[in-house]
């Protein structure tokens, strides 16, 4: 069967071998036949294999440079279609502050264009900088930045999308005030390829702050730091991140002393600006958090330039290769019961656990090295994890797998229960994806 999929795919575009033992396990699926790999060099030859899979019901998972994908899916794809290939900046207008560029371009290149230019696309989802363009506004994620800046679809004008049944989309454009298709645009992103395969991406960038400041605030547990945390997320002070972290990582640059010691908690406020108004910032934040610093037996140490983009760099690689990766959410202010409900969640698990609270608004993070292989301990995992997503959703709040075992994400899915919203979801894929090949057990929206 595979020899046959892969004589028609071969007619379309040069079939590729999968990388070796650094391609992530759950990039080859549980079927007894391994998928293959493609690369299109161009959106007619995208569109020319989903057309063909789409008619012989072959399963694909859209990629990027295949690095471990931070959610569910299909777990036997027959394609895994990379978009690696795709990787060109069509159009650049420094000027209006806007850009065009394939899927397939890496993060890292996209910055280091546009950081020439004085500018920038600020977004930090976890595991960003060994990703791609396409593979941001696909899944839709959100790194600390979200509390000034927004989420991806905040940023996204317009997009190529070819559909599971191979037609070419083209939605909004590349001018701010454009809103053409604006909604399909929006929804698209964080779909998980759940509507088709991006091959372009046009966004706005901002300019580059003139100054980088981090406060951070030490103490040994975040409980200790919940209150100040709490009254800076809401203060008037313009932060760009709020974030409680446990255990902070990386360890503090340049030697900077921990006072609150063996690891801990640590409370990061980021402020990008100008200098002058960094340099009034950070009076006012070290007035402000001294006292309360001093009450948790904690520290503070103001990282300024380099040293503070250090420590958010490492933030983007938050969570990347853990086990198991929750996303909890409620209102902000109900954090502390976040907090709680993931203590005893951790509990069930002889594993080190790290948590990543964004205070704005009221996401709690939490990431395991490792859980349960089997028997009674996954039992286990798997009823708390229904038990505590049906508390959270029935308190308006949510509970979503971001990464996890496929055994374990067949037991409890990624997101929750079906809503009022499913019927118009189901339709909306049945539109794009008629054949049903793209991110099977995949909700659309799953993650925001």
């Known amino acids: 069967m595979k020899g046959s999929q892969t004589r028609e795919l071969e007619a379309i575009v040069r079939v590729e071998d999968l990388p070796p033992v650094s391609l992530p396990r759950s990039w080859l699926g549980e079927g007894s036949i391994p998928p293959v790999l493609v690369a299109p060099e161009s959106e007619s030859q995208v569109a020319a294999v989903l057309e063909r899979a789409s008619q012989e019901g072959w399963r694909v998972r859209p990629a990027g440079h295949l690095r471990a994908p931070l959610g569910g899916g299909e777990s036997s794809p027959s394609i895994i279609l990379s978009t690696r290939n795709l990787r060109k900046m069509v159009g650049y207008e420094p000027a209006d502050l806007t850009f065009t560029a394939q899927a397939g371009m890496q993060w890292t290149g996209l910055q280091e264009t546009t950081r020439e230019r004085g500018q920038w696309l600020p977004l930090d989802p ?226 080190h656990t790290s948590l990543a609270a964004h205070m704005g608004w009221g996401v709690l993070r939490v990431a395991l090295s490792s859980i349960p292989a089997g028997g009674d301990g996954f039992a286990e995992v798997v009823r708390r994890i229904v038990s505590l997503r049906a508390r959270l959703e029935a308190a308006g709040g949510s509970l979503v ?28 894929r049945a539109e794009f994806d008629p054949a049903g090949i793209l991110s099977a057990g995949r909700p659309l929206g799953g993650l925001k």
């Not at 709680?340 to 069930?348: G, T």
């Not at 929750?416 to 339709?427: D, F, H």
Request: hydrophobic residues 45%.
């Open 126 to 351: 976890p595991g960003v900088r060994g990703g791609t363009l396409g593979g941001v506004v696909a899944t839709g994620l959100s790194g600390p930045l979200r509390q000034a800046y927004g989420a991806p679809r905040d940023h996204i004008l317009g997009l190529t999308l070819i559909s599971g049944d191979g037609r070419v989309l083209k939605w909004g454009g590349r001018v701010v005030k454009n809103v053409a298709g604006f909604d399909i645009t929006r929804l698209t992103v964080g779909s998980w390829g759940a509507l088709g395969v991006v091959t372009a991406v046009s966004a706005r960038l901002f300019p580059l702050p003139e100054a980088d400041l981090t406060v951070l605030v030490r103490a040994p547990t975040l409980e200790d730091l919940l209150p100040l945390a709490s009254s800076m997320a809401l203060s008037n002070l313009p932060f760009s991140a709020v974030e409680l972290l446990e255990p902070l990582h990386p360890p503090l640059p340049g030697g900077a002393p921990d006072t609150a010691g063996t690891g801990g908690a640590a409370l990061v406020l980021r402020f990008l600006a100008s200098e002058a108004q960094a340099r009034e910032v950070e009076d006012r934040i070290r007035k402000e958090v001294a006292s309360e610093a001093s009450n948790t037996g904690g520290s503070i140490a103001t990282l300024w330039g380099e040293e503070s983009a250090d420590v958010h760099r490492g933030l983007e690689e938050w969570g990347l290769g853990s086990e198991l990766v929750l996303r909890l959410s409620l209102l902000p202010s109900g954090m502390k019961t976040l907090l709680e409900e993931a203590r005893s969640f951790a509990e069930i698990c002889s594993a």
């Open 401 to 428: 797998v971001s990464a996890a075992p496929e055994a374990l994400f067949r037991e409890v899915g990624c997101s929750g229960t079906e809503n009022a919203v499913s019927e118009l979801v189901r339709g909306l």
